[in-house]
């Protein structure tokens, strides 16, 4: 692939293909379109992922945070929390506790905070301000619980702790929960999730995974604590950002990576700089980063197992698109139901998705209670990301339980063996 760009008008990047590019062709007003293989959009998105090539070591955690743009949380923990693997991912056995400082350090310049992206995600900081629509969306909606007996007199109570006392979890503030299932929330706990929504407090760190509740003029930085944009300008900053993290996308996954509307990119995408691309296999009109498109996409391929909540391979449809890969979580499957575990986490190697493993610790023994391969080339690579893993949560044994292939898993086990 030889593309680069080749200057910027306005807000969008015009690109020159250079001569014996195959495949490429102009297209209408918009400048060159251009074509590339599977594998080239494959190549692509890893490397925007910081999945192929060098890891930026010394951007470290942080680095890692701002090139993605979101880190997607959940409460499960087998071999540690998704946020953990994430950046484990791409750098390897970066110490869990760098990663948590690095996104909770309260550092008002270079910290994070939580909202709702893809999902509830750590965000860096200078994403506040293009948020502010998803603010004024849920101003708009309403209060999120209508059960409240006094919404007014709940919220005027939180701030007021909060102007007083400082940050806050909801215990400090007087209780979560009623007493009864995890859902059954407070009052006062639903107005503290109200002003988070709707942008009056902010969580900036958590305390032994509870949300640690603060003023939002207090914890975002002066020149970033702003509605300013509108709601047109903060789309379109946040489709060009996810385009930028995914290296190659369609609008479907360019609306996936925030949770926008698909009519949302529609109105935003030509003001963006992404530049229109086709992709060999893709039935859907694609469009790439332009810096991407300037890099050849080269490098050793990092070889390590992925949350399923990692922003590669959150998207299903994609993922099967890109890496011809189908991958479900099971987490909330009935046990007898699941295919590959409880919390399967897929196999990166060479570029590739070759296998799952549905890990789990006993001690200091790593436990792959189930693993799945596609094939004897996916065994060595398996039993090295099994090992790496292993170390880096304080195990120094591994024991392999279930394997769906005889033979691979006793490959697996002599490749264990000889590497431990």
């Known amino acids: 692939m030889s593309v680069v760009p080749s200057r910027v008008i306005g807000m969008t990047t015009a690109v020159t293909v250079k001569a014996g590019t195959p495949g490429a062709?102009?297209?209408?007003?918009?400048?060159?379109?251009?074509?590339?293989?599977?594998?080239?959009?494959?190549?692509?998105?890893?490397?925007?992922?910081?999945?192929?090539?060098?890891?930026?070591?010394?951007?470290?955690?942080?680095?890692?945070?701002?090139?993605?743009?979101?880190?997607?949380?959940?409460?499960?923990?087998?071999?540690?929390?998704?946020?953990?693997?994430?950046?484990?991912?791409?750098?390897?056995?970066?110490?869990?506790?760098?990663?948590?400082?690095?996104?909770?350090?309260?550092?008002?310049e270079t910290g994070a905070f939580e909202y709702w992206s893809h999902a509830a995600c750590i965000l860096p900081i200078e994403e506040w301000p293009l948020f502010a629509f998803r603010r004024r969306a849920m101003r708009e909606r309403g209060h999120r619980w209508h059960i409240m007996a006094d919404a007014d007199r709940s919220c005027a109570a939180v701030r007021d702790r909060l102007r007083a006392e400082g940050p806050l979890t909801a215990t400090d503030l007087g209780g979560a929960k009623n007493g009864g299932e995890w859902y059954d929330w407070s009052e006062t706990k639903i107005a503290v999730e109200w002003l988070l929504d709707t942008g009056e407090v902010v969580c900036t760190r958590r305390r032994g995974w509870k949300r640690v509740y603060d003023l939002t003029e207090r914890a975002v930085p002066d020149a970033l604590f702003h509605d300013d944009l509108d709601d047109a300008e903060c789309v379109r900053r946040l489709v060009a950002q996810a385009g930028a993290a995914m290296g190659v996308a369609t609008r479907a996954d360019l609306a996936d990576y925030h949770r926008l509307k698909g009519e949302q990119v529609d109105a935003v995408i030509d003001g963006t700089g992404l530049v229109p691309v086709e992709v060999a296999g893709w039935d859907k009109q694609a469009w790439a980063d332009p810096a991407a498109l300037a890099e050849e996409p080269r490098g050793r391929h990092r070889t390590t197992l992925l949350s399923p909540f990692d922003s590669l391979i959150w998207d299903r449809p994609r993922t099967e698109r890109?890496?011809?890969?189908?991958?479900?979580?099971?987490?909330?499957?009935?046990?007898?139901?699941?295919?590959?575990?409880?919390?399967?986490?897929?196999?990166?190697?060479?570029?590739?998705?070759?296998?799952?493993?549905?890990?789990?610790?006993?001690?200091?023994?790593?436990?792959?209670?189930?693993?799945?391969l596609e094939g004897p080339r996916a065994v060595e690579p398996m039993a090295r990301a099994l090992w790496e893993a292993a170390g880096w949560v304080g195990c120094d044994s591994v024991r392999v339980e279930r394997c769906d292939d005889a033979k691979l898993a006793a490959a697996l086990v002599s490749a264990l063996t000889a590497l431990g």
């Open 25 to 108: 062709r102009p297209s209408g007003d918009r400048g060159a379109a251009v074509r590339l293989s599977a594998d080239e959009a494959r190549r692509l998105a890893l490397r925007a992922q910081g999945l192929l090539g060098a890891p930026d070591r010394k951007a470290g955690p942080r680095g890692v945070l701002r090139r993605l743009g979101a880190v997607q949380l959940d409460t499960i923990s087998v071999l540690a929390r998704s946020h953990e693997l994430v950046p484990y991912a791409r750098l390897g056995a970066v110490g869990r506790g760098t990663v948590e400082e690095a996104y909770w350090s309260g550092d008002a």
């Open 322 to 372: 890109i890496f011809g890969f189908t991958h479900r979580l099971e987490a909330y499957v009935p046990k007898a139901r699941r295919v590959h575990g409880y919390f399967a986490m897929p196999l990166l190697t060479g570029g590739g998705l070759a296998g799952r493993v549905d890990p789990a610790r006993e001690g200091r023994t790593l436990v792959a209670r189930q693993v799945s």
